[in-house]
C-alpha cells in the first residue's frame, strides 16, 4: 500500500474501531466478535507503526475504552485504571522481554546480588469487567468501573451483591504502620491477635459470569421467548449498570481479585508486598477470590510452559478468558519499567491466537477440480487465526461469492477453528472505500479456455477428494463441515468447464484416481511430471508403466523406479466400491459407490441396469427403466441421471475396458454372507430410538438382506420408527409387512 492508501486505510479503521468501541463498551451490544475488534486494531497498529506520521494523540485507539454513563454517580480513581499491551505469539513475547531487559540494564537489583535476572509472574486473564474496590479500615465503602480509566461510575450497590466480593476483609498480620490501626467490628484473627486493618486499600479485578449461568440464563430466556445473551461478557456489563441492585443479583455474577493498591503515601508496615505474586497471597488471605491457575516463572521459557499449559485447559474452564497476563514479579523492577502511554512496561497480555480475524482480499482466482467445476478461491493479506498464517480460502462456490456479497477488496472476517479449513464467514461492508470490484464468473475455463456451462451442482463438487480417505471416517463434508452424504442432499447451480479434455481437470481426476487406488508414490507432483514427460495421458496409463520408463528421468533413478513399480502393482486389485468411485462420477462419492457396489455386487450388473434406456430417468418409479438403481437408499434422481449418463458414454465403457485391459482387477463387492436375511429387501422409515438409521442397514447388510430406498410389492419389510414418513402409507396399501423397531431387533437378534 503506498502512503496515501495507507492514510486512508488508517482512517477508515479508525472510524470502525470507534464504532465498535462504542458498540462494546458503552452500550455493551457489540455488533461484531471480540476478534474483529481486535483484528482491526492489530492493523492499524501495525500501519502506525509502519507509517508514525499518521499518528494522533486524540485519535480513539489512544483512549481508555468506555465513557462512564450519566446514572450513575461518577468517581475519580486514585490511580488510572489502566490498560495492557497485547503480544499475540510469543516472539512477541521475547521482543518485549528484550526491551525490558535493556532498561533494567544495569540492574537496578545489583546491589540485592540479583543481577540482571527478571522473574515473572503469570496468571488467568478474565474476559470480564475490570472494577476497582475501595475498603476504608477494611470496609467496602466504594466499588467503580473503569470508565475512560480515569473517572469511572459509582456501582457500589450493584457490586454488594456479588457474594465474592468481601463487604469486610479478613484481617491481616500487619502491624499497624499501615496508617489504619484496629477497626472494632473487624473479627480476630486466628492466630488470637487483634486484627489491624489498612485505612485504605484498593482492590482491582474483574467482576464475571461463569459459563454455566449464562447458560442457565440463557435456556429460561428461551422458554419466556426472550433473546439470548451473546456472550458472559455482555451480560455481567448489562447487569453491572442495572439501577436496581436486585437485578444484579439475579445475574449471579462473580468476582476475581488480581491487584491490589494502597493509598498513595501510605505505608504497609513490614508485611508491604515485594513481589506481584505476593499481592496475590495477600488478597486470598483478605478474603478474596483469586485465581488458583497462576505461577512464578524464572525466565521467560516457563511463561511459555505455563500459557501452553492453560491453552489445554482454556475451552472447559468455568469463567471466559482471553490469555494470559505476564508479569515481571518484583515491584520494584515493575516501578522503574514505569507505564508508557496507557499501559504499564512491566505487564503484557499475551492472547490466545483467535479463531476469527480480519484481512483484505487482494483476488479471487478459479480453479478447477476434476469434474470441471470451477471453485473460486480467495488469495488475502496474510493472516494469523487460530495458530498459523493464512492467505487463501477456498470460497466454495460462486453462490457463496453472492450470498457473502464479496467483492476483490473487501475487508473480510475469516475464520478457523481447530484445524478445519479457513474460511470467508463475513464482508465489513463499512470497510469498503468505493474501490472494491465486482467478480464476474468466467465465461472461458482459466485453464483451457474451454466454454464455461451453468449446472445443477451437487455438493461432492465441491471437494476433490486429494487424500486417501480413512474409511467412514473420510466422509465428506459440507461447507459448514456437517457430513454430507453425495446424492443425497440439496443441490446447488455451479459453474463448470465444458472442455472433457480440459488438463486441469484431467490433473485432478489423476490425482483423485490415484488416491482411491491408494498409489501414494504418485504425488501430484510426480503425476505432472509424467504427464509432461509423455509416460502417461490418462489414468490407464499408469498401469502399463515399467521401470525402464521411469529410472532414466532426472531424480528418480532405479529405486525409486522399482518403488512406483510395485506400488502399482500391488494395487491393481481394486474393490468394485473403490472403483465406482475412482471413476469420478459426477455425485457417486465413497458411500454412495459404496451403496452401488453392495447393490449390484459386480460390474457388470450395475452396468445392465445403468445402461437401460436413458428415459425418464429422473422420474422415480417410472416403472422399469433403472428402477433398480433408483431403489436403493439414498440415491436421489440426481445420481441416478449422472450414473446413467456415464454408462452411456462410450469413452467411459472405453475406459473401463482399457483399465481391465491393463491389468485391474475389479474385485466383487464386499462379500455379504448368506444370513438369515438372504433374499429379503428392508425399507426403513421414521426414526429408530435404539440406533441410527445407518447402523440399522449395517445390520441388515450384514446378515445377507438388501436395504432399498422405495416401497414396492417386491419390499419384504418396512420397517417403522417414530414419526414414519408415506413409505408406511405405501407399505399398508400394497400389503407390505410392517415391523416395529421392537420387532425389528427381535428378528436382528
Ligand atoms: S492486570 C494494567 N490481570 O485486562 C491493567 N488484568 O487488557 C491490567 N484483566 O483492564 C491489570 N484479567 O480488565 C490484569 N489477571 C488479570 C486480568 C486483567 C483480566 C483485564 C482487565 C484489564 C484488561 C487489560
Same mark, same amino acid.
Given at each position: 500500500?503506498?502512503?496515501?492508501?495507507?492514510?486512508?486505510?488508517?482512517?477508515?479503521?479508525?472510524?470502525?474501531?470507534?464504532?465498535?468501541?462504542?458498540?462494546?463498551?458503552?452500550?455493551?451490544?457489540?455488533?461484531?466478535?471480540?476478534?474483529?475488534?481486535?483484528?482491526?486494531?492489530?492493523?492499524?497498529?501495525?500501519?502506525?507503526?509502519?507509517?508514525?506520521?499518521?499518528?494522533?494523540?486524540?485519535?480513539?485507539?489512544?483512549?481508555?475504552?468506555?465513557?462512564?454513563?450519566?446514572?450513575?454517580?461518577?468517581?475519580?480513581?486514585?490511580?488510572?485504571?489502566?490498560?495492557?499491551?497485547?503480544?499475540?505469539?510469543?516472539?512477541?513475547?521475547?521482543?518485549?522481554?528484550?526491551?525490558?531487559?535493556?532498561?533494567?540494564?544495569?540492574?537496578?537489583?545489583?546491589?540485592?546480588?540479583?543481577?540482571?535476572?527478571?522473574?515473572?509472574?503469570?496468571?488467568?486473564?478474565?474476559?470480564?469487567?475490570?472494577?476497582?474496590?475501595?475498603?476504608?479500615?477494611?470496609?467496602?465503602?466504594?466499588?467503580?468501573?473503569?470508565?475512560?480509566?480515569?473517572?469511572?461510575?459509582?456501582?457500589?450497590?450493584?457490586?454488594?451483591?456479588?457474594?465474592?466480593?468481601?463487604?469486610?476483609?479478613?484481617? #491481616?498480620?500487619?502491624?499497624?504502620?499501615?496508617?489504619?490501626?484496629?477497626?472494632?467490628?473487624?473479627?480476630?484473627?486466628? %492466630?488470637?491477635?487483634?486484627?489491624?486493618?489498612?485505612?485504605?486499600?484498593?482492590?482491582?479485578?474483574?467482576?464475571?459470569?461463569?459459563?454455566?449461568?449464562?447458560?442457565?440464563?440463557?435456556?429460561?430466556?428461551?422458554?419466556?421467548?426472550?433473546?439470548?445473551?451473546?456472550?458472559?461478557?455482555?451480560?455481567?456489563?448489562?447487569?453491572?449498570?442495572?439501577?436496581?441492585?436486585?437485578?444484579?443479583?439475579?445475574?449471579?455474577?462473580?468476582?476475581?481479585?488480581?491487584?491490589?493498591?494502597?493509598?498513595?503515601?501510605?505505608?504497609?508496615?513490614?508485611?508491604?508486598?515485594?513481589?506481584?505474586?505476593?499481592?496475590?497471597?495477600?488478597?486470598?488471605?483478605?478474603?478474596?477470590?483469586?485465581?488458583?491457575?497462576?505461577?512464578?516463572?524464572?525466565?521467560?521459557?516457563?511463561?511459555?510452559?505455563?500459557?501452553?499449559?492453560?491453552?489445554?485447559?482454556?475451552?472447559?474452564?468455568?469463567?471466559?478468558?482471553?490469555?494470559?497476563?505476564?508479569?515481571?514479579?518484583?515491584?520494584?523492577?515493575?516501578?522503574?519499567?514505569?507505564?508508557?502511554?496507557?499501559?504499564?512496561?512491566?505487564?503484557?497480555?499475551?492472547?490466545?491466537?483467535?479463531?476469527?480475524?480480519?484481512?483484505?482480499?487482494?483476488?479471487?482466482?478459479?480453479?478447477?477440480?476434476?469434474?470441471?467445476?470451477?471453485?473460486?478461491?480467495?488469495?488475502?493479506?496474510? &493472516?494469523?487465526?487460530?495458530?498459523?498464517?493464512?492467505?487463501?480460502?477456498?470460497?466454495?462456490?460462486?453462490?457463496?461469492?453472492?450470498?457473502?456479497?464479496?467483492?476483490?477488496?473487501?475487508?473480510?472476517?475469516?475464520?478457523?477453528?481447530?484445524?478445519?479449513?479457513?474460511?470467508?464467514?463475513?464482508?465489513?461492508?463499512?470497510?469498503?472505500?468505493?474501490?472494491?470490484?465486482?467478480?464476474?464468473?468466467?465465461?472461458?475455463?482459466?485453464?483451457?479456455?474451454?466454454?464455461?456451462?451453468?449446472?445443477?451442482?451437487?455438493?461432492?463438487?465441491?471437494?476433490?477428494?486429494?487424500?486417501?480417505?480413512?474409511?467412514?471416517?473420510?466422509?465428506?463434508?459440507?461447507?459448514?463441515?456437517?457430513?454430507?452424504?453425495?446424492?443425497?442432499?440439496?443441490?446447488?447451480?455451479?459453474?463448470?468447464?465444458?472442455?472433457?479434455?480440459?488438463?486441469?481437470?484431467?490433473?485432478?481426476?489423476?490425482?483423485?484416481?490415484?488416491?482411491?487406488?491408494?498409489?501414494?508414490?504418485?504425488?501430484?507432483?510426480?503425476?505432472?511430471?509424467?504427464?509432461?514427460?509423455?509416460?502417461?495421458?490418462?489414468?490407464?496409463?499408469?498401469?502399463?508403466?515399467?521401470?525402464?520408463?521411469?529410472?532414466?528421468?532426472?531424480?528418480?533413478?532405479?529405486?525409486?523406479?522399482?518403488?512406483?513399480?510395485?506400488?502399482?502393482?500391488?494395487?491393481?486389485?481394486?474393490?468394485?466400491?473403490?472403483?465406482?468411485?475412482?471413476?469420478?462420477?459426477?455425485?457417486?462419492?465413497?458411500?454412495?459407490?459404496?451403496?452401488?457396489?453392495?447393490?449390484?455386487? &459386480? #460390474?457388470?450388473?450395475?452396468?445392465?441396469?445403468?445402461?437401460?434406456?436413458?428415459?425418464?430417468?429422473?422420474?422415480?418409479?417410472?416403472?422399469?427403466?433403472?428402477?433398480?438403481?433408483?431403489?436403493?437408499?439414498?440415491?436421489?434422481?440426481?445420481?441416478?441421471?449422472?450414473?446413467?449418463?456415464?454408462?452411456?458414454?462410450?469413452?467411459?465403457?472405453?475406459?473401463?475396458?482399457?483399465?481391465?485391459?491393463?491389468?485391474?482387477?475389479?474385485?466383487?463387492?464386499?462379500?455379504?454372507?448368506?444370513?438369515?436375511?438372504?433374499?429379503?429387501?428392508?425399507?426403513?422409515?421414521?426414526?429408530?430410538?435404539?440406533?441410527?438409521?445407518?447402523?440399522?442397514?449395517?445390520?441388515?447388510?450384514?446378515?445377507?438382506?438388501?436395504?432399498?430406498?422405495?416401497?414396492?410389492?417386491?419390499?419384504?419389510?418396512?420397517?417403522?420408527?417414530?414419526?414414519? %414418513?408415506?413409505?408406511?402409507?405405501?407399505?399398508?396399501?400394497?400389503?407390505?409387512?410392517?415391523?416395529?423397531?421392537?420387532?425389528?431387533?427381535?428378528?436382528? %437378534?
Amino acid at each position: 500500500m503506498n502512503r496515501s492508501k495507507t492514510e486512508k486505510r488508517i482512517k477508515k479503521l479508525r472510524s470502525e474501531i470507534a464504532r465498535l468501541r462504542g458498540a462494546y463498551h458503552v452500550e455493551n451490544a457489540p455488533d461484531v466478535s471480540n476478534d474483529v475488534y481486535e483484528s482491526l486494531s492489530r492493523e492499524l497498529k501495525a500501519l502506525l507503526q509502519e507509517y508514525p506520521e499518521f499518528n494522533d494523540l486524540n485519535a480513539p485507539e489512544n483512549r481508555v475504552a468506555g465513557k462512564p454513563l450519566d446514572k450513575f454517580e461518577k468517581v475519580k480513581h486514585q490511580t488510572r485504571m489502566l490498560s495492557l499491551n497485547d503480544a499475540f505469539s510469543y516472539e512477541e513475547l521475547y521482543d518485549w522481554e528484550k526491551r525490558i531487559k535493556k532498561l533494567l540494564s544495569p540492574s537496578p537489583l545489583q546491589r540485592e546480588g540479583q543481577g540482571g535476572k527478571v522473574n515473572y509472574f503469570c496468571e488467568v486473564k478474565f474476559d470480564g469487567l475490570a472494577v476497582s474496590l475501595i475498603y476504608e479500615k477494611g470496609v467496602f465503602v466504594r466499588g467503580a468501573t473503569r470508565g475512560d480509566g480515569f473517572i469511572g461510575e459509582d456501582i457500589t450497590e450493584n457490586l454488594k451483591t456479588i457474594n465474592s466480593i468481601p463487604l469486610v476483609l479478613n484481617s #491481616l498480620p500487619i502491624s499497624p504502620l499501615s496508617g489504619g490501626g484496629e477497626v472494632s467490628n473487624f473479627p480476630p484473627d486466628k %492466630g488470637g491477635l487483634r486484627g489491624v486493618a489498612p485505612a485504605y486499600l484498593e482492590v482491582r479485578g474483574e467482576v464475571l459470569m461463569a459459563k454455566k449461568v449464562l447458560i442457565f440464563l440463557n435456556k429460561q430466556n428461551e422458554k419466556e421467548g426472550k433473546p439470548l445473551f451473546a456472550n458472559t461478557r455482555n451480560v455481567a456489563a448489562g447487569s453491572l449498570r442495572q439501577l436496581d441492585p436486585q437485578l444484579a443479583k439475579e445475574r449471579n455474577l462473580d468476582f476475581v481479585a488480581y491487584d491490589l493498591n494502597l493509598g498513595a503515601k501510605l505505608p504497609f508496615g513490614s508485611l508491604a508486598p515485594k513481589f506481584h505474586s505476593e499481592k496475590h497471597q495477600m488478597l486470598r488471605e483478605l478474603g478474596f477470590k483469586v485465581e488458583k491457575l497462576e505461577a512464578k516463572c524464572e525466565n521467560l521459557e516457563e511463561a511459555i510452559t505455563f500459557i501452553k499449559k492453560f491453552e489445554k485447559v482454556r475451552p472447559n474452564f468455568p469463567y471466559g478468558t482471553d490469555g494470559i497476563v505476564i508479569s515481571v514479579d518484583n515491584l520494584k523492577l515493575q516501578e522503574v519499567l514505569g507505564v508508557v502511554g496507557k499501559a504499564p512496561r512491566f505487564m503484557a497480555a499475551f492472547k490466545y491466537s483467535a479463531e476469527k480475524a480480519t484481512t483484505i482480499v487482494k483476488d479471487i482466482l478459479v480453479n478447477v477440480g476434476r469434474t470441471g467445476v470451477l471453485t473460486p478461491l480467495a488469495v488475502f493479506e496474510p &493472516t494469523m487465526v487460530a495458530g498459523s498464517l493464512v492467505s487463501k480460502a477456498t470460497l466454495h462456490n460462486m453462490d457463496q461469492i453472492e450470498r457473502l456479497g464479496l467483492k476483490i477488496g473487501d475487508t473480510v472476517v475469516i475464520e478457523k477453528a481447530g484445524d478445519v479449513i479457513p474460511k470467508v464467514v463475513e464482508v465489513l461492508v463499512r470497510m469498503r472505500t468505493g474501490k472494491e470490484k465486482k467478480f464476474k464468473i468466467p465465461g472461458h475455463c482459466p485453464t483451457c479456455g474451454g466454454k464455461i456451462e451453468k449446472r445443477e451442482a451437487g455438493p461432492l463438487a465441491n471437494f476433490s477428494p486429494l487424500r486417501p480417505s480413512s474409511g467412514a471416517l473420510g466422509s465428506k463434508r459440507d461447507p459448514r463441515g456437517q457430513k454430507i452424504r453425495e446424492g443425497a442432499a440439496s443441490f446447488s447451480v455451479a459453474y463448470y468447464c465444458s472442455n472433457p479434455k480440459c488438463p486441469a481437470k484431467n490433473e485432478r481426476y489423476l490425482e483423485h484416481f490415484v488416491s482411491v487406488f491408494e498409489i501414494y508414490e504418485l504425488g501430484p507432483k510426480i503425476l505432472r511430471r509424467f504427464k509432461d514427460e509423455g509416460l502417461i495421458s490418462d489414468a490407464t496409463d499408469i498401469f502399463t508403466l515399467k521401470k525402464e520408463d521411469i529410472a532414466p528421468l532426472e531424480r528418480f533413478g532405479e529405486k525409486s523406479a522399482d518403488n512406483i513399480i510395485a506400488e502399482i502393482e500391488n494395487k491393481k486389485k481394486i474393490l468394485l466400491s473403490k472403483f465406482l468411485w475412482a471413476l469420478g462420477i459426477l455425485h457417486v462419492g465413497e458411500e454412495t459407490a459404496r451403496d452401488l457396489a453392495i447393490h449390484f455386487g &459386480t #460390474l457388470e450388473k450395475l452396468l445392465s441396469s445403468a445402461r437401460q434406456p436413458a428415459r425418464n430417468v429422473t422420474q422415480r418409479d417410472s416403472g422399469g427403466d433403472l428402477a433398480e438403481i433408483d431403489s436403493i437408499e439414498n440415491i436421489g434422481p440426481a445420481v441416478l441421471k449422472s450414473v446413467s449418463d456415464f454408462f452411456h458414454d462410450k469413452n467411459n465403457l472405453n475406459f473401463i475396458k482399457k483399465l481391465k485391459k491393463n491389468g485391474v482387477v475389479i474385485e466383487k463387492a464386499e462379500k455379504i454372507k448368506a444370513g438369515k436375511f438372504t433374499g429379503l429387501s428392508f425399507v426403513l422409515t421414521g426414526t429408530l430410538s435404539q440406533m441410527s438409521r445407518e447402523i440399522a442397514k449395517e445390520r441388515i447388510l450384514a446378515l445377507g438382506g438388501k436395504v432399498v430406498g422405495s416401497v414396492s410389492k417386491n419390499t419384504s419389510y418396512v420397517v417403522a420408527g417414530a414419526e414414519p %414418513g408415506s413409505k408406511l402409507k405405501t407399505a399398508e396399501k400394497l400389503g407390505v409387512k410392517i415391523l416395529s423397531e421392537e420387532d425389528f431387533l427381535k428378528m436382528l %437378534g
